[in-house]
DNA sequence: AAAATATAGTTTTAGGTCAAACTATATCAT
DNA sequence: ATGATATAGTTTGACCTAAAACTATATTTT
C-alpha cells in the first residue's frame, strides 16, 4: 500500500459519500433534491432558518456562483425564498420555507445515518485520530 | 468538533488536493492539462503505455463515458492515441505517445511534490494511521 | 446455427462546479 | 464630498462527470 494512494481514497471516499446520501434521498422520496441542496437546507436549520448567500458559501465551501444557482433551485423548488437585506442592499438572505421546514426531521435522519455509517466499527478513539489526521493533511493543503 | 465534519472534510480535501495539482501542472507549463487527465497519463505510464478503455475506468474510477470523454481530449492534444484491439474488435486500447512519455518526468515530480505536501508533518506512524482508518471509512460505504 | 444475452465503447443530455466579467451598493481615502 | 476601492451577488461560458439510450461485436443458450 502506496503513499500515492491518499488522492485516489479521498477521492473515491467522497464520491460514495455522496451516492449513499442520493439514494437515502431517493428513499425518503425527496428525489427533487440532491446532496448539495441537502448542505444548504443544513446550514439554514442550525443558523434559525436565515443567512446570507455569503454565508452559505462559507459554510459549505463553495463558490459564490454556486451558491446563486443552488439557492434559485431550491427556492424554484419552494424549499427557500430569497429576500434582499433592507440595511445592505448588496445582501440577498435566504430564508427556509415552511416546505422547507418540514423535511428538517428527514434531513436529520439521514446525516445520522452517514455518519453512523462512516463510522461503522470505528472505535471513539478511532473516530478521533481519523478526525484530527483528516484536518491536518486538510491544512496541509493550506500552506502559501 | 462533531463527527459530522467528516464528510466536510473529505469534500474540502478532495478540492483542496485537486487545486494543488492544478496549480503545479501550471507551474510546469502543462497548462492544457488538468488533474483528470493527468490520472490516466499516471496509470498509462504505470502500465507499459497501454490499456483499454475500460481498464483505465477501473482503475482511475470513472464512468466509461467519462473516459472516452477524457481520453479524447487528451488524444486531440496528442498525448495519447487510440487503437482499436485486433482480437476482440469491441476492445478500443489507449497507447501513450512520444509527447506523452516526453512529461512523465514533470508528473512524476508532482506525485511526489502533492504526496510531501499532504504529509508534511506527518510521523511514519500517522500516515499509516490515516491510511488505515481512510480504507476503512472507504469500505464502510460499500456494504449493499 | 439462430436467438438471446453480455460486453466495450460512444453519444446524448443533464447537472454541479467554478472562474471571469459584470452590476449594484457600500466604504475608504484624500 | 468625490473618486477609488471593496464587497455581494448574478451571468456567462466552460469543463468534469455520469446516467441512459444506443451501436457494434462477442459469447452463451437452446
Do not use: C, H, W
Request: proline share 1%.
Amino acid at each position: 500500500m502506496n503513499d500515492k494512494y491518499i488522492v485516489y481514497f479521498i477521492s473515491k471516499t467522497k464520491k460514495k459519500m455522496n451516492n449513499f446520501i442520493e439514494g437515502k434521498l431517493k428513499e425518503k422520496a425527496l428525489d427533487d433534491l440532491v446532496p448539495s441542496y441537502g448542505n444548504i437546507l443544513t446550514v439554514l436549520y442550525d443558523n434559525d432558518g436565515k443567512l446570507s448567500m455569503k454565508e452559505i458559501g462559507q459554510l459549505i465551501g463553495k463558490d459564490k456562483s454556486t451558491i446563486t444557482a443552488l439557492v434559485n433551485k431550491l427556492s424554484k423548488l419552494g424549499y427557500v425564498k430569497k429576500e434582499k437585506g433592507k440595511e445592505d442592499k448588496r445582501v440577498t438572505y435566504v430564508k427556509i420555507t415552511e416546505k422547507g421546514k418540514d423535511i428538517e426531521d428527514k434531513f436529520n435522519d439521514i446525516s445520522k445515518e452517514v455518519y453512523s455509517r462512516a463510522y461503522k466499527n470505528f472505535s471513539k478513539e478511532e473516530k478521533e485520530v481519523l478526525l484530527r489526521l483528516l484536518k491536518k493533511l486538510n491544512n496541509n493543503f493550506d500552506l502559501d
